[in-house]
């Protein structure tokens, strides 16, 4: 069995490291080295993550409860413990300074630096485990008193990593690409197999295990799974639609529907939906479970659709008022009949016990067209193949009448992609190009605003590092209720706070508005947002659907084409 300790000082030593190929060397070194149980567990936890993006598990710990732990271990106040964080900016190093802290004359410093017996790999993950599964009245205590366990068990080192992990920010700079790529190394297994299991998988975990066990031959097994929700197919922005028949001949075109995307998955009549962040929404949503199972034929399927919210004049509610129906826990019944929910299918990915995903889009809408019963709760959404310029302008003017986003093009005989964002899918949408963007920190407001927070930093997602660096403030188009439903909604994923500047822990995607994208050394991306306005809170993205770096240089480089 593999010690914590030696886990924590493989990330000590990857925080040192500037380069990318260096960090795979590193990694792919630490995955031969531990054991087949302890395996995925490591490949989660080098990504800041315990638990893989399907699973239901969450850890629950927010900085609050995080400090209550340490106060508890260390004897440190709490209010001590936040001016530590203040000065040094990092949980990790907060967690250190406060268990080596000697306060009222205590032995925490010796019993902290002393030799220690160490914590298997395998033991801080069943405590977090124990965390992650607390429910009830005492949930708060028992994630406390683990953590408690965890800290008090701890090396210094040990507790800088404990700490990070806990709230799932591991500040290392490692993200699924350079762990893919590692994957590859340490098993010599072809990256590209790595990638599409793990599209196919959404579990980086599982694809390493397979790799070690039998290399390319048992990666390629991988497939889609019932109940294991799939990264779902992105589209890029055409700007026109003579831009989109020039790039695919041919297309398929259907509305681009205003709601909220949904992936579902059929075993008989137990219903799985999942959220485009892949939460599992379902008891949010009795209304679409019935109507799929009244009206899908099939023993078991996973299809993909847009949940519409559509108000009393046929035209699409607010987006809001879907996003309510998503997030209610109670009273889903009331909120149901005040919101009815119409899903628009349009894909299907696995159909009784077949992967499909593979099978060109025109084999997979025939399937899923002969298999759905249409009516007012439910459809198979409208699908025109043509290569018409005209025609399509039509759908797309009725798309725009009936109060939707716009259409989407795609090309008929592509397979489905997971996670993937290409041209095999293009959207067109009749406003200026919005980016969806993390929030990574913030400010406090002045005068009358003082305690809401003001404004907030922006930033792209990097898929190889993880990280998001910073692309711009955003401050307009937020009225004061909306700073009051923020400030709220932000609470509890502040990290820490110096006088006005909050960082904040990236979780919420904001649609942004701008006018151009300029190239700036004042943020770390290299660029910034010339007049950004916040469109919507897209809660329904997670925070790696935001805008990569790559994309963001594609939109600067195509202003000055």
């Not at 017996?117 to 405590?127: A, L, T």
């Not at 409208?382 to 009725?398: M, P, S």
Request: proline share 4%; charged share 30%; glycine share 6%.
């Amino acid at each position: 069995m593999t010690s914590f300790e030696y886990f924590a000082k493989t990330c000590a030593s990857i925080e040192q490291i500037p380069g990318s190929l260096e960090m795979t060397d590193v990694i792919a070194k630490l995955l031969k080295e531990v054991t087949i149980e302890e395996l995925p567990v490591v490949t989660h936890f080098v990504m800041g993550s315990v638990f893989p993006a399907w699973s239901d598990r969450q850890m629950g710990v927010g900085n609050r409860l995080l400090y209550t732990a340490l106060s508890k271990s260390s004897g440190v106040s709490e209010e001590e413990i936040e001016n530590i964080i203040r000065k040094t900016g990092d949980i990790g190093e907060t967690a250190v300074q406060a268990l080596s802290s000697n306060p009222a004359g205590q032995s925490t410093f010796s019993a902290f630096t002393e030799e220690k017996p160490g914590m298997e790999i395998k033991e801080v993950y069943e405590r977090f485990t124990h965390i992650a599964d607390a429910t009830g009245k005492r949930s708060q205590s028992t994630k406390i008193k683990n953590l408690q366990y965890l800290f008090n068990s701890a090396t210094p080192i040990e507790a800088r990593y404990l700490a990070r992990l806990a709230i799932e920010q591991l500040r290392i700079g490692v993200g699924e690409g350079i762990v893919r790529d590692a994957i590859s190394k340490a098993f010599d297994t072809d990256v590209a197999a790595v990638e599409r299991a793990f599209m196919l998988t959404n579990d980086l975990g599982l694809v390493a295990v397979a790799a070690c066990n039998g290399g390319n031959e048992e990666v390629q097994k991988l497939d889609i799974q019932l109940n294991r929700p799939v990264k779902m197919m992105l589209a890029q922005v055409t700007p026109s639609i003579r831009s989109a028949l020039n790039d695919l001949g041919e297309v398929a075109v259907e509305w681009k529907f205003d709601g909220a995307r949904v992936q579902i998955h059929k075993k008989g009549d137990n219903i799985h939906i999942f959220s485009r962040r892949l939460e599992n929404v379902t008891s949010s949503l009795p209304d679409v479970v019935e109507a799929v199972q009244e009206n899908v034929n099939a023993d078991t399927a996973i299809l993909e659709g847009e949940a519409v919210a559509i108000g009393e004049d046929g035209k699409p509610r607010a987006f809001q008022d879907i996003l309510k129906r998503f997030r209610r826990k109670y009273d889903v019944e009331a909120i149901a009949k005040a919101i009815p929910l119409k899903l628009n299918l349009f894909d299907i990915l696995y159909f009784n016990g077949e992967s499909l995903i593979d099978n060109p889009l025109r084999k997979r809408r025939e399937l899923l067209f002969q298999n759905v019963q249409s009516n007012d709760r439910i459809l198979v959404d409208r699908q025109v193949i043509t290569d018409n310029e005209e025609e399509i302008q039509e759908i797309y003017a009725d798309a725009l009448r009936a109060g939707h986003e716009g259409i989407m093009i795609k090309k008929p005989d592509a397979p489905y992609s997971p996670g993937k964002r290409g041209k095999n899918w293009l959207k067109k949408k009749p406003l200026m190009e919005t980016l969806d963007l993390v929030v990574i920190g913030a400010e406090w407001g002045y005068g009358r605003r003082a305690n809401l927070i003001g404004s907030y930093a922006l930033g792209c997602y990097d898929p190889d590092t993880g990280k998001f660096p910073a692309i711009g403030k955003v401050a307009t188009g937020i009225t004061d209720e909306k700073l009051a439903e923020l400030t709220t909604l932000f609470s509890d994923l502040i990290v820490y706070e110096a006088g006005r500047k909050i960082e904040l822990k990236p979780e919420i995607v904001f649609e942004i508005a701008f006018e151009e994208i300029q190239k700036s050394p004042n943020y770390e991306s290299g660029y910034a947002l010339r007049f950004p306005r916040l469109v919507n809170v897209r809660d329904d993205k997670s925070p790696e659907e935001a805008e990569s770096l790559e994309r963001i240089g594609e939109i600067y480089h195509s202003q000055r084409s």
